[in-house]
């Protein structure tokens, strides 16, 4: 088992994070590439593939997740910790995201408690903002 799979408990084929690069209290960069064998590209705009949307706020949340456990930032409650979406604001999609490409998330913790964390992100594709939302997830502890 990798390193992300000890950090999320999502697997293929609804994992969008491969690396993290960096995380500690305030910040995570995490990376994932869309390869064209992704499960959704047959069904979505299969002529002109593209990521979609809530795939995209996906592979954030899942960043912010993985990227806080790695941090450290939950103290025990992490271990175990599981995360779900509760609400999604301040959504931008800027640019399309196709197969082959490499997503940057670069996620903001806005509060963190036992029982919530608030975060914000952006996906960038090189130095092109794809998308940016802010989000707040409930914790339970599994």
Known sequence: ???IEKLLPHRAPFLFVD???SADKDTIVAKHVFTEKEFFFAGHFPEYPVVPG???IETMAQSGGAGLKKSGALGELGEKALFFLASVDKVKFRRQVRPGEEVRSEITNLR???KMIKQSGKAYVGDELAA???WLCLVSNG
């Open 1 to 3: 088992m990798g390193e």
């Open 132 to 134: 940016e939302a802010e």
């Open 19 to 21: 690396e993290i690069v």
């Open 54 to 56: 809530v795939i995209l």
């Open 112 to 114: 963190v408690s036992a």
